[in-house]
């Protein structure tokens, strides 16, 4: 079982959707989550951090965190053109793991 | 403030060639961390710097790679020597602490020819 798991994709959505992005984790004891959007011949950027479990909005970005479940999500409501790229998920547990990513094209 | 600042950004070498890249950390950030990223996946840790101390290499080949921090600032990452397996883009991130929010510098893509 990988450590951080990511559904590859390609997640289409028509612009002016939702887009909805998970990801699962192994270790129970992890304390960190993070969202990072990577477009194609650049590095990762960070857009979403979050700690405690529920939502935590920022603009048109939501991410969702259940301990529990060891789940982790990432909304995006009015999708753009823009926001086309590959989304990793990163968990800290005892080091800072990233998933496969996620492949999204938002469709004009 | 700037950001992350690593180079070179690309660099193509012979295998068995030396290769080394250098990482410029955010001002103030004690955790560094170099990965290694291949097309399609995301970045694999490769070593963890907590201030000038290596607190997790266990991914790192020991064998070819080596690191250093000196004085718990820039970190170099080199290869010795390199094999056509590790074209791959080499990040380096920072961050203020374990688990706290890390940012990537442009990478160096290295291709070995």
């Known amino acids: 079982q990988k450590e951080v798991e990511q559904n590859s994709g390609p997640l289409s959505v028509p612009e002016g959707a939702i887009a909805s992005l998970n990801c699962t984790y192994s270790?129970?004891?992890?304390?960190?989550f993070f969202w990072y959007r990577q477009y194609s011949g650049k590095s990762p950027e960070l857009i979403m951090s979050i700690y405690s479990n529920g939502d935590k909005e920022d603009g048109r970005f939501t991410a969702q965190l259940n301990k529990a479940s060891q789940y982790v999500s990432l909304l995006i409501r009015d999708s753009q053109p823009s926001d086309s790229a590959t989304y990793l998920c990163?968990?800290?547990?005892?080091?800072?793991?990233f998933g496969a990513g996620t492949i999204l094209r938002v469709k004009s | 403030e700037a950001g992350v600042v690593q180079s070179p950004r690309y660099k193509i070498i012979e295998k068995k060639q030396p290769v080394a890249f250098w990482c410029n950390p955010i001002s103030g950030h004690n955790t560094l961390y170099w990965y290694l990223q291949n097309l399609g996946q995301g970045p694999e840790l490769l070593i963890r710097?907590?201030?000038?101390?290596?607190?997790?290499d266990s991914q790192l080949p020991k064998d070819r790679f080596s690191a250093e921090r000196l004085k718990g600032v820039d970190s170099t990452l080199k290869i010795q020597p390199a094999e056509l397996g590790d074209s791959a883009v080499y990040l380096c991130a920072s961050s203020f602490g374990a688990g706290t929010e890390a940012f990537f510098g442009q990478g160096t893509r290295l291709t070995v020819v």
């Open positions: 270790d129970r004891g992890s304390q960190s």
């Open positions: 710097y907590e201030n000038e101390e290596a607190v997790d």
């Open positions: 990163a968990v800290y547990g005892n080091k800072l793991v």
